[in-house]
Structure formats: C-alpha cells, structure tokens
C-alpha cells in the first residue's frame, strides 16, 4: 500500500458501483494504514467503498455524483462529513464524471457536456468543474468539464493473471474506464488464474496488463459488498454497518471490530469466509 | 390504504393481497408502449418490475435498459433490489455504463426515464442531494448521479414509496433533476430537448401535470385512499379532477406475472 | 434499400475495417438501386466498402481517414475520384472520427482533440471540420471536431435475433460505436438466431436491438472481404478488383460482372459460396 | 543486397537464405525493450513480427497492441498481412479500437509507434496522404490514419519496404505524422510531448537521427549493401558516421523464432 498510495498521490479512485465490486480489501487497508486520501473519485454511485474512508476520517475532498446505499439507507459517513464539514465534495453529475474518465484516458484538455444538463443545479455549486465554452460549431456557449486523470486506481476484477491482465465477472460499471485514465492502476482479484484463462476474454471485458501496477489476491476482498461472478452482497453485515455508522462512538466500533482490530487476512477468515464470499458463483 | 385484488399465492390457496409496491408497477406498466425504450437507475425494484410487466403483457415490443449493471430487457429472474446486481445480465442483450452515459446525452434513443428524489417539488423537479442550502443541509442525501439527464428524455416517469410533506415540498431545495423547472416561463425560455415529467405514482396516489401551468395534480387515486388523505402528505396545493378516478388495481393477470417475477416478495417489502 | 436510404439521408457511415467485415451486400444494393450518397463517413481504415461506391461514382463527399487496400494496394476508385476531382474530400483523421462519434453518441456538441495532433497537416485542409478552441481549464486554444452523427449506419456483425439485438464475431473496430451514433441503424448479418444465442454476449460486444431499424440477413454478405468468425477475406477477388477498377472500362467491367448484372442472390450463389464464404469458421 | 545467415528450414535440409523482411523484423526488434508498450496500425507485419520476436527472445515482458483488431500481445499463431485480422484476437487479452484510440492520446501509455509512409522525410516527418500538393495530387495516397498521434509517443520507430528517392524525400508533400517538423527551431517551438522519431529501418539500411540537427543519417548497412547504393536511393543528403557499421543479419536463432511465427513467409514476401 505505501508503494501504491503515496503522498504525491493527489487523486484516488475507487472502483465498484452501488454494494457491488468495490475493492473493500484495499480500502480496508487503507484504513489500517491511517493513509489521508487528498482527493477522492468514484464511480457514479458509491457506497462502502467511499463512506469507510469517510467513516475513519480519511478524506480532505470527495468528487461524486452518489454516496449511499441504495435500498438500505444513506450513507452515514458521508453526512456526517458533509453535514460537519469535515469533507470537502466536490459535487458532480454522472455525465461529468464517465466523460470526464473518457477525456482522462483519451488525453483530452476537456470535454464539453450535453447542452440541457447545465439546467440542474449541480454546475452551480462546482464552478470550478463546470466551466462555459463557446461551442465553435454553433452559437451558443455550452458547458464543458474538465479531464479526470487518477494519479491511482483501486479497481475490483474477478481474476487477473500474473502479468496483470484482468477481466470483470459481470458488469464493469465505469472500473474499465477508470482504469484506462488512471495513471497507477492496482487491481483486486478473487483469485490469480493463468493467462490462457484471460485470452479468452473478449475486448471490451478486460484492463491490459500494461495498465496495471500490481494485482492484489484477494479472495472475498469485496465483502460485504457482491463480487460480480463470485458472490452477491453481504446486506446483514451491510446493514450492521449502516446501524453502528450512524453514531460516531458506533462507527469506532465498527472500525475496530473490522477493519483497524485485525489484518485483512482475519478479516477474510473470521468476516468474509463465514458469509459465504468464497464458493458460490452467482449470475450468468 | 387498503388492499384491493387478491391473488392466490402458487401452491397455497391462500389469497394474498396487493401491496402497494406491486400497486404501482402495475400502474407504471399501463403507462408504456410498444417500441418504447425506458432507462432507470438507482433502487428501481419498481420501475424494473413495470417494464418486465409490459412486455409480458400489453407491450411485447418494449425496451427497458436496467442502469448500473445495464442489461437490456433484464428477465427479472428474479426480481432484486439493486440496480447493479450481476443477475441482470441474464437479458436479451447487454451495454455497459459508458455506452448508457451516452446514449442519455444522444437525447433521442430513450423515450422514457424512470426517476425519484429526496425531495419532488410541484413542478416535477427532483433533489437527491440536500435538503436545506446545499452548503449547510440538514440532510445531506446521497446525490443525484444521472438525474440531470431528464433534461434530455422524451418523458420522465416519476415514483416514489414516500408519499409525505416531506417529500413533496413546494420548491426543491436543490435541483438535481429537471422537471418543469420554476414553471412555464423558465420553462420555455430553457427550450430543452426533453419533454418534462409527465407521471407521477406514490402509495397513495397517481398524479400528472397540467399543460398550461405545468403544476402537479391529480390524476387518480389508490382503490381506498381518500382525497384529503393525499392533501394533507403533500405540501404543496394539488389541481383536483372533477370527476376524480380511482386507479385500477392491479388485475389478476398483472398480480400473477409480478409475482412470478418477484418471489422473495420485494415488491411487497417496499 | 428506398425505405433506408432516404433522399435524406444527409449522412451515411459505412462499417468494417480495411478488408473486415464491410457491409459489402447492403453497399452493393446501393449500387445496384444506384442511389447516390451525399455524404459517406468510413471507420479510420475504409476498404471496399468506400472505394466500390466510388468506383460507381455515387458519392458526392467522403469523411474518411484512409481508404485503401492495405498490403494489396491503394483504392483505386478513391484514387481515380479524388485526383480527378469527382468527390469532394473531407479528410480527418483517426481521432477526429472515433471522438466525433463518440461525441455524436453522447449529445456533445463538440469534441477537442488532444493537444500535439494539430501540427498534422490534416487541420488545415479541412478547417470546418477541425476548429480552434479556448481550453476553459488552461490558458491556451485547442482543436476540436464536431459530433459525427450519421442519419444512416449499414454495419455487419455476425448473428442478430429478430428483435435486432446484434452480435460481433471477432473485433468490433469503430462499427458499434458508430451504432451507437447513429439516428437509423441496418445490420447486415451472417445468420438470424434465436435470442437466447444473443443473451451469453457480455456487454461491449453487442448492438441492442433498440437501435436497430432493420437486419439483412446476407450469408457471406461481406465477400469479398472477410467476417469475423465466419471467413477470411478473398484476396484473389480484392485482386481481381483492384487489377479491373485500376481502368474506367475495367471498373465498369467489375460492376456489370458482380454487382449490377446480378441480384444479391445470384452474387451470393455464384461468387461468394464457391469462393468459401460459407461454412469454415477461423479465427478464435 | 545479399542475404546472409541462412537457417535450415524445418524437414528439408536445406538451408534458406534470411529475406528483407525478416532482417528488418530482427533489426527492429534489438530496440524493443521489457517494460515497454507498442502498438501500430495497417500493413504492420514487420512490426509485429519484431515484437513477438522481442517477446519470445530478449524481452518477455514487453508488450504490444496490435491496432485495428487491438489484441494485446497476439501470438501470431500465424501472422498475417492485415492488421485486422481476427487472428489477432489469439492473445494475451484484447483491447476495442476506441480504447487504443483513447490510449493513444493519453500520450503516457504508449511508448514506441510503428510508423511509415508513402513519403518520409529527412526530418522524419510521414505522408500517407498525397504526393503533390494536396488539393491537385499526382497520387493520391490512402490516407494518414492515426499517424498525427506520433506528436505524442515516447519514440517513433519508422520503417518502409520501399527505400527510393520517392520515399526518403527532403520534405514530404503533405504532414500526416509529425517527425521533428521543419527542423530544430519549429520542433522546439512546438513543445509536444511525444519524444520524436528515432529509428528508420529499410530493406537497405537503418537510420537515426542527430540530436542537434534533427535529421535523418546512417546507423548501419545492412549486409552486402554498399553506401553509394543508399545515397543514390535516398532524395536527400544522409549523414554518415565514421566508422559506418554493418547491421547484424539475424541470428540462427531470431531466424528460427520468426519462421515458426510466420510459416506462411509473409516477411519473405514483402
């Protein structure tokens, strides 16, 4: 982790969409190592991934467009830091945030939005992100945002090979594109599987190796959110956290009890294992 | 409310009724059509289950993209709770997110946009993100991830299982999601590309917006919801029908088809 | 083919990349029905898809990067339209055609390009399409392009169900982006299969069938260039072409011979079939 | 020129002479390094060759994208003459052509571009476009394709089956690629980030670039080439370095490794 998340490292993204495929053994470990994160990116909705940094105090400024739990309730970190001011958020829709990823790996100084979506008053409260540009093909002045470049990338994929190349076991959300505009790309795996089980993945599946800095093995790493083609969402444990999150003395508690009281392999024998985050595959 | 059709529960002989969450499927379903396509995102049991309704019913030919995993015409077998569980994926076809962020801003491929809020104001706007000023809320709610999108839908299907004064409230604290903005002047003077809102379904009630004000109202009530019942949880003055209709339930073809697509029963939990 | 391609149809984009899975029986009918295209947009590498409409003198302007028949040669109805000035060019390059069409999919107004690609000569000789912006995140003018968004897409895949869902055989190069640009959208496939076949594709190798207008079921309807996953392209006939279309009269020679002597049916039956346009699977 | 080493062809004794191609495959190869990622566009048989021959001998942990098809480390299980074939996709992974576009821009992934042209220049500029002006051509070319992505490449690797004066001009006609410009003062002036052309590999010769000058120069002959016969082939002055070297014909074993890899003698042909 400190190769990875050093302290040049200005903007951190984490993978996952919604309770499913977030990289929650390398956002534990994270927290473990009391690491600040400067600036926090997401996927377009986030959940435990974002709110445990949240939770444990780790994040001067959160740039999203969804922090919560979708059927379960709010995300408890998350208020509490936006409502005490202890977070920074740097509010965005989900357009500025997937074509911003698309102008980051494609190298693009920025990129305009559809005109009608500078309409909600979410360009109002980011001005530094949403700034007017004269559309030179039309007269008008449109909205544009600005590239979205991760310094780092902390990415769930259900199996990588030694060489680094990964492919997802469902969907892929935005993580393939994250990890196309991330300049550093750490990748978390259920398990590492020889190269001729990735060669038979289609294009537009999987992250190349060459874009990858390390995989990190680790089985059930996603509990308690789903892993895609491994095993669907721990909601009890999710709702444990949701319950004990709300409170600040709770919240300790929790991080404690899981997170900072025991390294991730504990965490994998005596938390994940026990739920059933290894064994069973679930969807297609 | 009361429960109104009943259903007997497969293998039990039991009549079950309604709830409802299946109530307003149901009434969601009557509202699409063939060659339709829809789009919805975050918490969307409901909307998931309307449009599987209508194509296994009226509407054989509609199309519906479940955002976040983003299969097309997900089989709902079955039915969940999260619109990014891996089991939609067993669908016709497939997109990924990208393709779905963009085909939102093409502006002309979907008809449809299934969408909720916090917070849902008299005309139709939405608000995920804070209720009170949005630098100091009193609750801050999760964000509004593609709600500015309805900007660009042909119709905005609105619901929402939390029919309160809190919910819908006069003027949103914040706009995530357009509906008809501050009403007919900003409106036009806004000259988007999409149509607006055009439903609304809650427990309690269906309501629609009135062409020349563009202000919410009234279009029918729930079997057993009265009217003063629906004044007194909204916050703002509803225009009334005279005659007012009351919804029809969901029929006993339509309580079937749900029920085969949920059987852990979510649309009940709801 | 009338009920496609319309009076208009101010735009038509042909799939299909260098001598891979062209459209070659929807272009044929073209030229068979001798339907002029006013404006014809190719994929980065166009082959016979583009230079057979030019050869039958039926297009007005070409958007296109590169036409040409890459290890066997240079295009030669391209070559002939364009020295002798029968088309008017509108030359771009890769990028301005991927990110325009990226841009036509997701309702951008514009597109900038990534700053260097400018010193290219290509900007300035197609200055409408190629424009110079102010970056409203750094203090300095780039080049952007416009949104590509054709009225008309004629794209090969593989297999398609009678619902239009769509499937690739191999890679997709820029056709199911252009799918996704495009206002109408006719898919020209191998064979029509049950939807179920359709249902196992992951996502990022399929077109939905909402997008789809209509699907040409054309078995061997890319000879005599290659289909992923069904054929390899016929380099005797691209020879063939290449030797005969070099000429006015031998271009006239190749059309009467192949294309307009002859339905679609016949061509299919008595060049495509014997040539091995069916039956033997390559590739993975 | 004289073709070298030989190697014993599999099964008939006899042995067969290196051809051009495979000489410039194993020449460009020596410059590919672990670590490093390429990737190149149409008629790329030589390129591809010479890094799955890098691969396979010195650096197994270099990496290359085939554009077009976009598989990533294609086994060229065997190779062929197209870059879109679907052959391609027998690799290690695959990307989508939009990625590597996208990629390419990033300007940080890349680190070698295969490049080439109808023309090239004494400042290695490229021009797939159009000989003559561009507006009233003598031949009008295929077209530049990717090629204005060079401006942003760590280095451009060049490379031509076809050195004449027609080629290697002092200036090309029309800029697809970017080289080092109009020389020294133009390429500082125009600040890219990409790292310029480095190596310009023929059947006749390979080639470099002064640091100061920025322009192209001889690195070696290959074997049985003699300097007069470049001179004479070449549209511009050369420089040349005392003592001139001769370009290593390929070993017994890159002979060997590249005609498992191309069975059909695609390199033979070229």
Redesign the interface.
Known sequence: MARFLTADTALLAVGGMHAHNNPMALVREVVRQGRRVRRLLTSPCAALNADLLLTAGLVDEIVTSYVGFEHLGLAPGFRRAVEGHTVRLLECDEAALTHGLYAGAAGLPFIPLPPGLEVSDVPGINPDAYRPVRDPFGDRTVVAVPPLRPDLAFVHALEADAAGNAVFGGAAFTDRLMALAARRVVVQVERVVPGERIAVHPAGTTIPGFLVQAVVEAPGGCHPTASHGAYAADEDHLREYLALAREPEGAATYLRRYVTGGSEDQYRRTVAAPAGAFGAEVGR | MTAGATVTAPGSGEPRPWTPGELMAAELSRHLHDGE?AVMG??A?VPQAACRLAQLTHAP?F?Y?AG???G?NPHLAPLG???????????????????V?????????FDIFFAGGLQIDAYGNCN??AVGP??Q?????????????L??VRRVLLYTMSHTPRTFVERVD?????GF?GGPAEWAA?A???GGPQLVVTPLCTMAFDPVSLRMGLRSLHPGVDLDQVRHRTGFELWVPDPLPVTPPPSAEELTVLRQLDPRGILGGL
């Open positions: 396509v975050t918490a049991a030919d199309w993209v976040g995993t983003c097309v709770s999260s619109c990014c569980d891996v089991g939609l994926l067993r669908a016709d076809t497939a997109l990924t997110l990208p393709d962020v963009m085909l939102e801003g093409r502006g002309d491929v995920l993100a949005w630098q809320p009193t609750l801050r709610g999760p964000g509004g991830v593609g709600l500015p999108f900007a660009r914040f706009r995530s999601g357009p903005l806004a988007l590309t999409g």
